[in-house]
Structure formats: C-alpha cells, structure tokens
C-alpha cells in the first residue's frame, strides 16, 4: 500500500510516520526547503514512540520518498492525506493537482476548520473527497474525525478501514459544521482561557494545572457524558441533566463576550508560557508528551478502556501465528519507556513480564489460549529463575527464543533466551516451571487431549 | 487530626474517604436518612482504590462516625468541609451552625459555583471561610480550587498544608469569579454539547469519543497551554496565538447562543447516554473509572509528571524508615488493579516487581538510595529465582520480609518471603543475587566503606 502526504508539516509528518511505521510505503510532497529536516524530527518522536506502544512488532517500515511534485506523490498512491495550511485557496490549488494526476484514489483533509462542501468547489470528481482530521502527536493519538457527507459512501468505507489498519479510530461526523466536533470544544475553552488570562484572574501555567490535575484526567478515559453519568448517579442522565441545568446556567450568560485578540494578549499568553515551561526545549516538552501517553495509553490497555481499546483491537491485527522453530519465536517487541527504572535501564520484573508474554505465546500456540482459559483451564507459573546478562533500554526491539524443556502430563517447563534484535546479544534467560490447573478448583489437573498432544510433540522436538 | 464533613452524598463522602484513609478521624453530618449507606458505598471504592496508587501502605484509617448534629461533628475539628446542595441559604445556615459550635476552625466549602464573598455573608468570623472545590472523585483526583481571596493568609496556608498532607493539591485562584477557573471551562464545553445534541450533529457517545480518544489524553498531561506551545514548536507560544487567533475567531462568533435547555433536550440526552452505557450500572461505571483512574495516574506517577508528580510527593512523604528486625519488612503495599492479567490474579512479573522493590527497599536501609546511585554506584540484579505459592489479587494488602543471605565485597544475596498482610499466608518466596557496580563504568567493583560495613552487618544479624 501506498500513501501520499501532501503537506509535510507537523501533522502531514505525523501522517507519514503513522502509514509508514505500519508498513505502507509514503511519498510527502511539501515544497518548504526545511522539509526533510522537519519531517525526520517527526519521523524520529514516531519511531521511537509507536512501536512501544504494542505487545509486538509493528511491521516493516515501507519506503519513505520526498517528492518534487504532487503528481509524483499521488502516482500510484491507495490513499492521498492533505495537511497543508488552512487556507482555502491553497486547499483548492492543491486539491486540482491531485485530481489531475489520480483522479480516482481517495483523499483525505487534515482540515481543522472547513467543510467538505468548501474543500469540494471545483473538483472534477468531488465525492472521494472528504475531511480525515487528525490529533497531534497523529502517531500516537487514535482519533481521527471523518466527514464525508455528501460524498461516496463506498470510498468513505474504504478510508474508515485503511485508517483502521494503521490504528486510529476514525469517528464519522453526520453532519457538516465549523470545526467538526472536537475542535469545537476545544475553541470553547479557548475562549474562556483567554478571558481568565486577559482579565488576571490565572496563568497559562494556572489553566494547565486546574485542567490535568482534574478534570482532564476524567476525559482521557469517559469523555464529558460518561463522567457526569456516573457523577449523576442512579437517577439517570436525563434527571441528572434537568438537575444540573439551572446551575448551568448561571456562569454562561455572562461569558458570551468575545476577547479580542489583540498583539497584547498573545504576548502575555507567551510570557506566562515562557514562564511556566521556557526551561524546557520543544524537543525536550515532545519527548515529555510522548513518554507521558505512551504510559497512558498503555494504561488504558491494560483496562481495555477508551483509546486503550483502539489500540488493543490493533494490537490483535498485528498478531502472526508462530512458526513451528527451534527455538519458538515467543515474543517479538520493542522496550517501552514505562518499562526503565532509575538506573535508565529496564527494571528487572520487566524481564518477568517478557518471559510472562513468552509463555503465554507457547500457551496460544499448543491451544490453551484465551477460549481454552475461558473454559476454566489454564498453566500457572510455579516457578521462575531469571539470569540478567546484559542491560536493556527503553527503545530497543527484542525477541524471545523459547524450548520446552518438560511437557509431561500436568508439567510444563519452558527455557527462554531475549535477545536483542539488532546484534543477537542475549540479554537474560529463564526457566519456567508451569503446572496446569482447574480454574474451577484452583488446583492441578491434566491438561486436554489435544493440549497435551501439542506439549508432548514440542518436548520431543526441542530435546 | 479530625475533619468534620458536613454533607455526606457523593463529594462529603469522597472528602471523608480521603481524610479518613490518610488517618485522620472523621465526623459527618448528614440529616438525609440513606446517609449511611451513601456513605458506605463511596467508602468501598475509595478503600479498594486509593491505597493502590501507593508503593506503601497508607496510615492506618481513621475512626469514622456518623453523627446527629452540626455541632456534635465539629467539636474538636481541625477542619471543617462543607458539601451541602448549592443553595445559598442553606450554606448560610449551615456555616451559622457551624460557627456556634466552634468559632476558630478553618471551614471549607466545596461549592462549584459560589465565591467566598457570597458565603461569607452574615458570617462572624468570615476571614477562616475559603472555597476548597474538589473533583470527583475526590478520594482519588488531587486537584482542589482554593479561594481565600478576602480571607485570613495565615489559616489559608495550614489549609494549604493539610490539603497537600493528605495527597491533594491545592491550587490557589487568585480572584473570586463564578464557578472559579476548572468549572468555567467545563460549562463552556457543556454548552457547546448541548447544541451539538440538539442539532442531531452528534450523540452523547460520539462527543465522549470525539474527546477521549483525542485531546482528552493530551489534557490528562498537560493541559491546554503546555500542549499548544508543543504543537507550535520553535517559533514561541506568542507566534503561536497570533497565528491561530483569526482561525479561532470564525466558528466561534457563531456559537455564542445558549441552548435552552428543555424537557425534551435534558430526554434526548438522557435516553442516548442510556443507549450509550445502559448495559453498565452506575456501580459498575465506578468501578472502570476508579480502574481507569488508578492505572492513568500510576502511569503519570512513573513519568513523573502531572498528576503523577503530586502522587509520588505525597507517597515520598509516606515512607518511614525501615525498623531494624529480623527479617527486614521491606515492602508494605496493596496490589493495584492494573497488575492483575486475565487470570484475575497477580501477573507473575509484578511478584518480580514487589520483590525488586523490596530489594531498593534494602539499599536505601544500608545507604545505597538514590544518592548514593546519584552518585554513580549502584547494585544491579544477577539472578532471580521466585517461587508462586498462592494467588494474589487485586486489593490485597502484602508484606515482604527480607532476609541478607551473603553481604560481603560485591556480593549481596538477598532472600524474600511475600505474605498476605491479612492473615499472614505466604505467597512467594524469592531469591535474589546482586552485584555492586560502577555505574560509569557499567562493571562491577567494591561499595563504599559504609555500605559495605552496613551489608556486613545486616548478613551477621541475619544468619
């Protein structure tokens, strides 16, 4: 598959990486002399950032070229993404080009204002447009707002499953407005955060802390209505609504007004900017976003909650049946950064948790997977002992090599080795002893006919 | 320390949760008949939640009384907690019962919309009167919005103090204003919800979507400034705003409407938040937010940052030096929810994880801590050998004892029994082989003369 980023900005580069780092092949047309520079710091954040936050390898990266013109770019393409600046003219100006050297592949708008009917005026072939608007960090926020009314519904479907296929979850927007739907929310804070900072009543640095410290920790889970459903209790939403209502009320009637926005304001905003993080470079304040929602993701993962459901869901598209080797491939992954401790490397139960995942692989591959634990049997670890060769970082792709040692009726031991992928250093090995058991009655047990087969033929083979 | 919670629905309670689980006693106040068992199920949750946010155990709880009278719980307070319904009258009646009873104790009210002026009113001794505006969950988010503007400094500062001791942070807003700063920019984003439903743009659960899967991860972290002055890179947060002012300017002239909010409308929102989370009862919705919550803040908590950094300060000041006995009890926890895998017990590379702290544990005893790592030494983890013995689950308060096996030249070897706290069951045992290293060098050399004669000691107690 191929994609072709128009506009290789801060969010046409995150595009890119995203579809390259999932194994698409890019060709970016940006005509800015400072592209290739821009574009491999925001190749550098993706490729250290995305692939920590799956449980495997993402696939191989495609191939990455800097065109020198748009026909070049979409040629051959399965999927165009404009990002470049929000300005109508230059949207149309660029929207003909591609037209005249695809006229089929469906485009995407990274717009974060106009409506597709805007962005449409004078295409030859209007319904594979539509807006595709994206977050930034693009590589690692999911959503992606998708407003194709009055376009092909067929190639609507199409983009909805290539965005899914390189992780996002695109959200179709019924109809279309200003702003789409976040960025609408978004605008309404801004307006109040310039009045509160106008008016000296808090700080940017102020602002930021009454919303992570609070209520942003609520929406990066439930949103608005979920929250204040739970907040609302067991008399349901409506009467939570009819109740909350009039309170409502009161402030909004009075913050209606409009700041200017004059050269002033927007200097104060930046010096009370400067203040509160000037000690930090960008570079420095990404790497800082970055690692914060890789952990949170990862969080959400865990719970199969919100973003960390989408990612989840793709996590399981990546996942390839083993090869019948000697050793098994177990485990194939990239160290995430929540994994170090403060020595800078990565703290010694991670390893636990690497030869965890290697035997859980073992289990999916001799049928004792998820249904066969679902119907109440399983392996528990009785026992485990860990060499540690060799330091591992965060960042750093590693593979597992696992031979089953035992396979004997309720006995199971498994001999792993981690590697690093670049050099095939080991970096720690382990030995497992498992014993099967009834989920039922916590205690041991044979495993099935079939389970027991697997385990008995990988023994023989591995001796 | 007592705190005196007048009001016991879902904030008083979470108020007396937070007080009562960092050891302090509680008295609430509540006339409404079903007070007790409110309070009890806000009480469940905080207690399995909380405590999992630490890597040590909390204080032990306080005593927790329900009393008939205003008076009866403010007596011998050294805070009180106001979280009545947002009626003025009744707040004023309330602060007037509380002030017969006891005259000099620093009163806070959780009002949401009120500014102090407007509760101080009719007050005898209003200067010890502030806003202290806590968010729900109150027992597991830190944020407080403190307004004492026109109050006494010096009891706004031991409300400060107290607030911080038990795992909050207040922030100060420096100017009375309704609905103070947090509240303002979620009735901005209410207002724009409410005419997106009404229009039939989108439904409750796209607009939750549209928030959680987007910027909502980016405001757990960050907030709203410190994300755009990312997103705008090099060029400064001044460039920035001038240059995505006029784009901020066109939706927003036309949102400045207040929906009305009806019958009908607070119906339309009722009925889709059934449609969108029907299936889940309000408790079952709690529980996956205290999850959510306890994994995304222990995520932050490990980068440091946000949230995270309040959390572990106030875990920092919970650490208490480690008692010369044999063996050494070296870790004191409770298991949190976000370690359990799909077995519904403890990962066993959490058991690891317990086990290499209870091994920090020793170094900070012998004076290895985070100084002397600073100070580039440290011990590194050889070998590890654990063995699983019963399960352990979500909730489960442990304790590890700890025994120096070998302490002599480089050599550590450190010998661990994990119990249940409850009943004492030994869970797992764990062996651990250390190496001294210069962290410079990455190679293994002798420790300092006063660790080493602290290693030493320990492994002749032990034997």
């Not at 974060?112 to 295409?123: C, D, Y």
């Not at 909805?160 to 279309?176: F, I, K, N």
Request: hydrophobic share 45%.
């Amino acid at each position: 598959m191929k994609a072709a980023i128009i506009g290789g900005g801060v969010i046409g580069g995150g595009w890119a990486a995203r579809f390259l780092l999932n194994g698409w092949d890019v060709d970016v047309f940006d005509p800015d002399p400072e592209a290739a520079r821009k574009l491999d710091a925001v190749l550098e954040n993706a490729r250290r950032s995305l692939p920590m936050l799956y449980e495997q390898g993402l696939p191989d990266e495609g191939r990455l070229r800097l065109v020198p013109t748009v026909a070049e770019a979409v040629t051959g393409a399965d999927y165009v993404q404009e990002s470049v600046p929000e300005r109508l003219v230059l949207k149309h100006k660029v929207l003909a080009a591609v037209e005249a050297a695809a006229p089929d592949v469906p485009i995407g708008s990274s717009t974060s204002g106009f409506k597709p009917s805007e962005l449409r005026t004078g295409m030859v072939n209007p319904g594979r447009l539509m807006v595709a608007h994206p977050f930034n960090p693009v590589y690692l926020l999911p959503l992606v707002e998708l407003v194709w009314v009055g376009g092909d519904p067929g190639v609507a479907k199409a983009v909805q499953d290539m965005l899914t296929l390189v992780g996002m979850r695109p959200l179709v927007v019924r109809a279309e407005i200003d702003a789409h739907l976040a960025d609408r929310f978004l605008e309404a804070v801004w307006r109040e955060a310039l009045w509160l900072i106008k008016d000296d009543i808090a700080t940017t640095e102020e602002i930021d802390e009454a919303i992570r410290l609070g209520f942003g920790l609520r929406w990066a889970q439930m949103g608005l209505f979920e929250t204040y459903r739970v907040a609302g209790g067991e008399g349901g939403m409506t009467h939570f609504v009819e109740q909350f209502g009039p309170a409502l009320a009161w402030p909004w009637t009075k913050l209606m007004d409009v700041p200017e926005l004059t050269p002033e304001l927007a200097k104060k905003i930046g010096d009370q900017s400067d203040a509160q993080s000037g000690s930090l470079s960008i570079r420095e304040l990404e790497g800082l976003r970055d690692r914060n929602l890789v952990a949170i993701l990862r969080a959400l993962k865990g719970e199969g909650s919100g973003a960390g459901q989408v990612l989840a869901a793709h996590d399981a598209t990546l996942a390839r049946p083993m090869a019948q080797a000697l050793p098994l491939i177990t485990v194939q992954r990239v160290i995430p950064s929540d994994w170090t401790d403060y020595n800078g490397h990565m703290n010694e139960s991670r390893y636990g948790q690497v030869f965890s995942d290697a035997a859980d692989a073992v289990m999916v591959h001799v049928g004792a997977g998820p249904d066969y634990i679902a119907n109440g049997l399983s392996y528990f670890t009785v026992e485990t002992s860990i060499k540690y060769l060799v330091e591992t970082h965060a960042g750093e792709a590693v593979r597992v090599g696992t031979k089953v040692l035992i396979g004997e009726g309720k006995k199971l031991k498994l001999a792993h080795e981690m590697q690093r992928a670049l050099d095939g250093v080991v970096l720690a090995t382990c030995e497992q002893f498992l014993i099967h058991v009834s989920l039922e009655s916590r205690s041991s047990c044979l495993p099935s006919a079939s389970v027991q087969t697997a385990v008995e033929a990988l023994a023989a083979a591995h001796k």
